[in-house]
């Protein structure tokens, strides 16, 4: 029996974990994890997050697909933001006229001074009328230029005008450019290109300061309120997805999601099979026998298999995945080594002294065994964690996870989808894959410094 | 009954070796002689350093050794100067071997005894295996077993049976010293017996000499014509068994003797209080003086040196020297 | 000697372990560890049991607590039949006798300290309600055993203390209950030749003052003589000779104790000029013994009947029983 001791409970642990400097790096990005788990759960809470994630409408004014910010580093040039040009901001004037209508114009302007081209031009209209107005749109470039854009008539007081998908629009920009330049240009006039190229052979942004002019006839009680978005082609820290969704709170709420269930797996199943490996060793008989053989039966099951056939049967949550995941793993192998101890356990003198002196077998399996098998089982536990957070990320991927919620899985699914890595987008795999190696790695050298406390043999390793 | 020619020599012989406390002093000024069919008793309690003598005199040394210094004359020739590979050729196991504590515990449980017992001869003096078996089977039966117990595999013998075949294995180089450490710790009292009565036997009949360590002094004066006490990795005492069983001088000899159960006299026997030194900062002076009755100033100040008080007999304690 | 002052009564006690022979095998062997043993113990009385490995001394040691229970024969414990009483039935008995281990540094569990080591008797068997008056019951333990400053000892780990030391523990641990019995399994062979005395004499003096039962198991027959008032002398699961400590170590009777008087090394330094005699060979294996002395293959006084049938125990003189047909005629 080893005398080998680490006495002190948690805090001699602790102290002996962080002599390790690879563990003080697990350690240190565990807690940023926790910090940012803490954080996103306290900011968004999950229903609303859920919610969010599952509404087009809150991500409207966000560009469709868009890069994560820092990529312009490098780029070498400043991308394109999403402005929002609100139509309220703007000089208007307006005339009565005869019959009691009134003339409007509103122009509102910005100025645009990045080095690419927007993604998006969209007209987000919210007005009240009795009759459905027509409006004039004219387009004013930095170098005087009028464009007339479009004369569109609302179809309902939230109508959207999609400037990037009209064709006629680009075919006419198309030929503006022709003219202007004095020959086919080099790249492909798009409605983005045609409003904000230099007027040359190659793709060059005019920048300086823009206008756009409405025009309308409206009733005497009409309102007339638009919003100009042009749509950047980055955004914010992480980008966004192919439904205009931020990235970014996928990555947040993706890390008390992978976090608790690795941690819940990884622990349920670790503290359920320790206990079923203890009475198989402590009782013997009938019973060892009876879980020794569902061991050797769970041991040739296969297991993902049977989890994504759970998972296509039944009704998907991650809490029934949790739930079948754990119950699939208490049987594992594992339970062969826990009974070994268990049994070598039994044979040490001090639980004969134990039963001379009255004490009942609860007693032995809670105080004088399992406080020995304990320790050698952490180091496991926690290594046990990313296996458990890839498995929740591979099955999400595979379209088996929880629908609704927003994990690194779910992200990863959604970027095959949509063809991630055809489309150059490759942020949208990469962001999530990190944040899923970042953690396997803080768990992953936690466990390593554990198991070279426990066993100081792999000191030596 | 020894012959008058030194066949072991050591002077000055220290161990220390590391550990994460500090270092441990497990032996110093280490001196004594072996002549021919002398039988040396190594005693003291445990952690005293009388096995690492043992495994010292082998060059089985730990990992973490520190200070291995000293001069070991054999048959007159300084061993320690010695590389490892003719050390290993020419001494160990060739002229001193050795039958470790729980000898019997190792054997390696997949080979047959027979063929354990043969190796040495194969490995040292490139004995034919067929011949190092033979060879080994004679043996076997000289230590009172027939001979097919060759074949037999170590769970299949008893303890006492597997310590004769340690035994064996110690002999079949043909050595002239045979170092014992604690050969019959775990051995019933009639084996235990019984196995030195054997021990004598082929002591006269080869005529070997043997260094005998145990914590034992009623075991120890069955074989043993000399004496060396060991407390704290140093020789205390160092006399005959004669004088030492009737008049030992050492207090802590005093406080062993008097703490063996007697059989035959109707002495009540006493203990010595205290427990040993560590050896990583053993007492300042003589490093018994903190459980010694005797004990005065000098003691605790500076640590005595081997002070002879009688033919061959040396004494490390200020009660025999200058001073009182 | 009237059994109202009979601590524990031994009617030939048998306890034998099973051995299957394969798994379809129906025939069914034994390892006779204890065949027929039958003695008594009064109040305040100490025992030796002696006997070389293998001679069922342990096993009956364990019997007496009962951790085994028997297969044949009675124990009887202050009067009451305990032999087939069922363990739940026995929370009583585990306060009354209590157990000391050969191995001091087995005996505790190394996450456990001195303080909870000797706390769990106490929790068990509830006793003793308050943690004031645990504590105070540890202490006092502690300090029966010498094991002082108290505080020093009692919040240290067992492999901080020496095999002395936690002996002293395990000596401590088995009176805190206030038992009547001790049974004490070799408790000084794996220590220091110098630290045992100091042992024995610790528990004979705890004996003798708390009137405690002490049955000393022990293969060293020398520590015998100061410690028990009776002795017995097992060998292949029987008791070869029974009598008082003094007459056993004067005048021993059966050639098997006198051979081990014989083996039993005093220091004097004429021993090794000579060749003791002592019978040669090993003691048998207690699987289906054959019905005769099992003594008689290594008997130097062996004939015809001991190899044909077991004696019984003869009084050869009063109060001293032999098991050898030598001592036939009384």
Known sequence: MSSSKRVGGLKGVLHEVLSYKSAVIGVAILLFLIVLSVYTMVT????????????????????????????????GKKLPRTIIVPLKDADATKVLLED???????????????????????????????????????????????????????????????????????????????????????????????????????????????????????????????????????????????????????????????????????????????????????????????????????????????????????????????????????????????????????????????????ASNMRLILFYVIPKILPPVVPGMISSVPGFVFLEAGLSYLGLGDPFLPTWGKIINDAQTNGAFYKGMYYWVLEPAFMLILTSIAFALIGMALEKIVNPKLKEL | MSSGKTVLSVRDLKLYYRTRKGIVKALEEI?????????????????????????????????????????????????????????????????????????MNSFNPVYKIGQQVAEPLVIHDNVEKKEALKKA??????????????????????????????????????????????????????????????????????????????????????????????????????????????????????????????????????FISGAPPSLIDPPSGCRFHPRCRFAW?????????????GEDHLVRCWLYGDGK | MNSDTRLLELEDLRKWFEIRRGFLSSRVNYVKAVDGVTFSLEEGKAVSLVGESGSGKTTLGKTILRLYEPNGGRILFQGKDITHTKVKDLKWYRRMAS???????????????????????????????????????????????????????????????????????AIARAIILEPRLIVADEPVSMLDASVRIEILTLLRRLQERLRLGVIYITHDLATTRFFSES??????????????????????????????????????????????????????????????????PRCPRAFDKCFKEEPPEFEAAPGHWVKCWLYERS
């Open chain 3, 99 to 169: 157990l000391v281990q050969q191995d001091p540094f087995g005996a505790f569990a190394s996450h456990f300290t001195v303080f909870r080591a000797l706390e769990e008797p106490l929790l068990i068997h509830n006793t003793v309600k308050s943690r004031e008056e645990r504590a105070e019951r540890v202490f006092k333990a502690l300090e029966e055993v010498r094991l002082t400053p108290v505080e020093d000892f009692a919040y240290k780990y067992p492999h901080m203390l020496s095999g002395g030391q936690l002996q002293r523990v």
């Open chain 1, 100 to 358: 009691g209508r009134l003339a409007a114009s509103w122009t509102v302007y910005f100025n645009y001074e990045y080095d690419d081209f927007p993604s998006e031009i969209v007209i987000f209209f919210n007005s009240s009328y009795s009759e459905k107005p027509a409006v004039e749109i004219y387009w004013i470039r930095p170098d005087g230029e009028e464009v007339f854009l479009k004369k569109h008539v609302l179809r309902r007081p939230d109508d959207r005008l999609y400037l990037s998908n009209d064709l006629s629009l680009e075919l006419r920009l198309e030929g503006l450019f022709e003219n202007k330049v004095g020959g086919k240009p080099s790249f492909m006039v798009t409605v983005e290109k045609g409003l904000f190229a230099e007027y040359s052979l190659d793709p060059r942004v005019l920048k300086g300061r823009y206008g756009i002019r409405f025009e309308t006839t409206l009733e005497k009680n009409d309102v007339l309120n638009a919003e100009v978005v042009i749509y950047g082609s980055v955004y914010g820290l992480a980008g966004t997805d192919h439904l205009r969704r931020p990235l970014l709170i996928g990555l947040l709420w993706g890390t008390p999601i992978a976090m608790s269930f690795g941690l819940t797996s990884a622990i349920l199943t670790t503290v359920l099979s320790l206990i079923i490996g203890t009475i198989s060793g402590w009782y013997g008989g009938k019973i060892d026998l009876v879980i020794q053989r569902i061991v050797e039966i769970n041991a040739v099951l296969p297991f993902l298999p049977i989890l994504i056939m759970l998972t296509t049967f039944y009704r998907i949550d991650l809490l029934i995945i949790l739930l079948s995941v754990v119950v699939l793993s208490i049987f594992s192998l594992g339970i062969k080594g826990t009974r070994i101890l268990v049994m070598q356990i039994k044979s040490y003198p001090y639980i004969e002294a134990a039963q001379a002196y009255g």
């Open chain 3, 231 to 296: 002795a017995l002398i097992m060998y292949a699961g029987h008791v070869m000779e029974k009598a008082s400590t003094q007459e056993v170590l004067r005048n021993p009777l059966h050639p098997y104790t006198k051979a081990l008087l014989i083996a039993t090394p005093d220091p004097n330094p004429q021993n090794r000029s000579r060749f003791k005699e002592v019978p040669p060979g090993e003691p048998p294996a207690l699987v289906d013994p054959p019905k005769n002395c099992r003594f008689s």
């Open chain 1, 44 to 75: 968004i809470p999950l229903p609303e997050a859920i919610q969010a994630w599952r509404s087009s409408e809150a991500w409207s004014r966000n560009p469709r697909n868009a890069q994560p910010e820092w990529v312009e580093i490098f780029y």
């Open chain 2, 297 to 309: 100033d000098k003691c605790s100040a500076e640590e005595p040196g081997m002070i002879k008080v």
């Open chain 2, 31 to 103: 001196n004594f002689d072996l002549e021919k069919e002398d039988v040396l008793a190594v005693v003291g309690e445990s952690g005293c350093g009388k096995s690492t003598l043992a495994r010292a005199l082998v060059r089985v040394l730990p990992r973490n050794i520190h200070t291995y210094e000293g001069k070991v004359f054999l048959n007159g020739r300084n061993v320690m100067e010695l590389d490892e590979e003719a050390f290993r050729r020419e001494v160990r196991w060739k002229k001193i071997s050795i039958v470790f504590q729980g000898a």
């Open chain 2, 137 to 270: 089977r004679q043996l076997i039966e000289l230590m009172g077993m027939p001979g097919v117990f060759a074949e037999r595999y170590p769970f299949e013998l008893s303890g006492g049976m597997k310590q004769r075949a340690a035994i064996a294995m110690a002999l079949i180089t043909n050595p002239e010293i045979v170092i014992l450490d604690e050969p019959t710790s775990a051995l019933d009292v009639l084996t235990q017996a019984n196995i030195i009565n054997l021990l004598k036997r082929i002591k006269n009949e080869f005529r070997l000499s043997y260094i005998f360590i145990t914590h034992d002094l009623g075991l120890a004066s069955e074989l043993a014509n000399k004496v060396a006490v060991i407390y704290a990795g140093k020789i205390v005492e160092l006399s005959s068994a004669d004088v030492f069983y009737t008049e030992p001088k050492h207090p802590y000899s005093r406080g062993l003797i008097a703490s063996v159960p007697t059989l035959t006299t109707d002495r009540k026997p006493e």
